[in-house]
């Protein structure tokens, strides 16, 4: 049995919010406040910059109730934050845990994330002061290393699958007066959540016809010409496109022109980057002169609670127990991973990852998971992210549509 | 009893799809196929299109599997248009509809499309066909006349609801770092969808902070002025405002940014253009100094099947099957309504009323569901939409967050 210290534990969450991170949170409370040993079980208030400004919430006041209700409760209870720590910074961190004797840090967040908590963990072991740090991992951006994929992406990628079955209905139906959707998915330089818009695809003839992910440069001749396929086999295209495609020279799609205003004097003045599909919507109907929209559903696609996988719960939870039970075990230094366990039947186990080989690291889509035209994720990629999004997906029903002998004159097509 | 035509009942959906108009054409179909009398129940193929180029289908070779999972699947799956008829055309339809012996007409859709049905049904009167004509309503607008409410608004406000909740917790988690979340709904001329955005606030630090509707002119100034206060107060704020609101001199504000499109009847349809959020996003940014994001999940609002209200479901269905059994009680010439019945349960019936009474009417939200200050729907508003979003919204916890005493020294905010 590990020798253990004697202190609090603090629990922060950082970066952006997931359907899932408050049921990490939750793991790590509810596994933390059964333990004696913990002197207090302290929250930070948005994540590092509670411990800068001395912001510790005691979670042992909240009532039962409230963290239940975490699971199931998007975003992040505690706060977030999105900080670059200086040295000083770092020092302040310690500083503050030190004036409350904490000696467990759980930090749950990304690759970032992972980075401070291996800071600290360095920081106090180069002063001699005894602590033990453990990394949940979240983000919905499924581009962590070293763990089968990570909580938040399952609930996304429900999310992301449903609302293209959903809006590639509506488009079809559409179609005789619209010609192309383009639904804009988060990913800056992961492909993972465009990805999933393919999960509900069973044919051809559903959506998605057309998905563009950052790991392949983007054309926009090469796009121009699918939509134009596409639309000329199917009389609609939905296209998914993540917000992080980029064309040869580097530069992203969605930083190439705002929408341009006239200023006052008449001069054209272009507004800030608003992203992808508004330009790909101008560029279809600029060049092809078809009818185009777009859906960007932006935070909503990382914090919607209805489309919460269960599996990405449980794991979320789960990750969070984890971790307050191998600081218990005397491990420090780790980021509670998932590993997949064998077929048929989809499982999960936790692992352990060192902080400083996830930190900073990144884990793109593998090329087994692009289709070579680079417009589709592969069959491979479906058997790999299916389980994670939960129970089945909507089953949305499509009329044979058995045409009746047509017995007017002919009339004219327009 | 009143005598019965023998002939085909022909069903079309029309203009923008909904989350539940496929119930509607359920009702309409199982209540038709039960009927002896009708020699074919037969579907327009893209609405008027369908009868124009004479794609009809036979809806009685669809299996019973297919027709129950109509209820459940999203946008129109008969196909939908948007389509305005010359009076050629008009012709061209009776023909098509002689032709296949077609004497009961039931269109699904909102006013434009009453307009469409009374003047087929005035058509074959004044030509001595005899035909019945009945209406069924739809769109997630909520802006037909004599009708409480129209069929897809309680699906599409559930929708904006859950959508506002879920990304207000997101910004309110992020609010370090991000300032404003602009949320952009659909309502060209009527606010009832971006009023339904406040159906799961329960305090004043629960999102939207801010709602802005086409039925009051919008001022910039104003709405600087009321994003500076909220701002100050939270620290964050979560705006829904409409796609439709216009300034002082009648112009779009979303039209600011980008081209807006006419559709065929002439309306200005906002979202093609790029939209008002994008606009208010960068007003805040320039103006204020302050961060702002925006989501505009544009058609996922009127399809999500997941977001789709049980209340909704089964009154979409309802209409549809009194559709049919007021033509079998030989009336014609009207569109069904619903009709809410006295508290404290809410209940709602189906009336009728006189399709050219509905056509081309628009009903806005009263002045009492709207504050003074123009930027917040009213208590009266809630109590009118709350029992049209079925089941009860999430709940969403929030941490007592009781902050320990501090200890260490003081650390200057930056």
């Known amino acids: ?59 042992s006041q909240e009532d039962s109730q409230t963290l239940q209700g975490l699971v199931g409760t998007p975003a992040a209870a505690l706060g977030s934050c999105r900080h670059k720590l200086t040295s000083a910074e770092y020092e302040r961190i310690l500083e503050v845990f030190k004036a409350h004797g904490v000696r467990y840090f759980v930090y749950i967040g990304g690759n970032d994330s992972m980075d401070t908590a291996y800071q600290v963990a360095k920081l106090a072991a180069e002063t001699g002061y005894e602590m033990q740090v453990m990394g949940v991992p979240k983000t919905i951006d499924n581009d962590l290393a070293l763990t089968d994929h990570t909580p938040g992406y399952g609930s996304a990628a429900r999310y992301v699958a449903i609302s293209t079955m959903d809006a590639g209905r509506d488009l079809a139906a559409m179609k005789t007066f619209e010609d192309v959707c383009i639904l804009e998915t988060m990913g800056r330089h992961a492909g993972w959540l465009a990805a999933a818009s393919v999960l509900g695809k069973r044919d051809e003839v559903d959506p998605p016809h057309l998905v563009y992910l950052p790991e392949r440069t983007f054309s926009e001749e090469q796009f121009l010409e699918d939509v134009r396929r596409v639309h000329r086999a199917l009389g609609h295209v939905m296209v998914v496109v993540s917000e992080g495609i980029r064309d040869a020279d580097g530069q992203l799609i969605g930083a190439k022109t705002g929408p341009v205003q006239t200023d006052a004097f008449g001069h054209v003045t272009v507004a800030m980057g608003l992203g992808v599909a508004p330009y790909l919507q101008n560029l279809v109907t600029r060049e092809l002169g078809l009818k185009a929209r777009f859906n960007r559903p932006g935070t909503l696609q990382r914090s919607c609670s209805i489309a919460a996988s269960q599996v990405d719960l449980e794991e979320a939870y789960m990750v969070g127990r984890a971790a307050v039970e191998h600081l218990l075990a005397g491990e420090s230094g780790f980021m509670v991973t998932l590993e997949r366990l064998g077929s048929p039947q989809y499982r999960c186990t936790t692992g352990l990852a060192r902080l400083e080989q996830v930190a900073n690291a990144e884990k793109l889509m593998p090329a087994e998971f692009i289709n070579e035209e680079g417009n589709m994720p592969s069959r491979a990629f479906v058997e790999y992210a299916l389980p994670l999004v939960g129970g089945p997906l909507p089953e949305h029903v499509r009329l044979k549509g058995a045409l009746v002998a047509k017995r007017a004159p002919a009339w004219p097509e327009r």
């Open 1 to 59: 049995m590990a020798r253990r210290l004697k202190g609090a534990l603090v629990v922060g969450q950082s970066g952006g919010p997931t359907a899932v991170i408050n049921a990490s949170l939750a793991g790590v409370v509810d596994a933390a406040l059964q333990q004696a040993e913990f002197d207090a079980v302290l929250g930070l208030w948005h994540g590092i910059e509670g411990a800068l400004k001395e912001e510790l919430v005691d979670l």
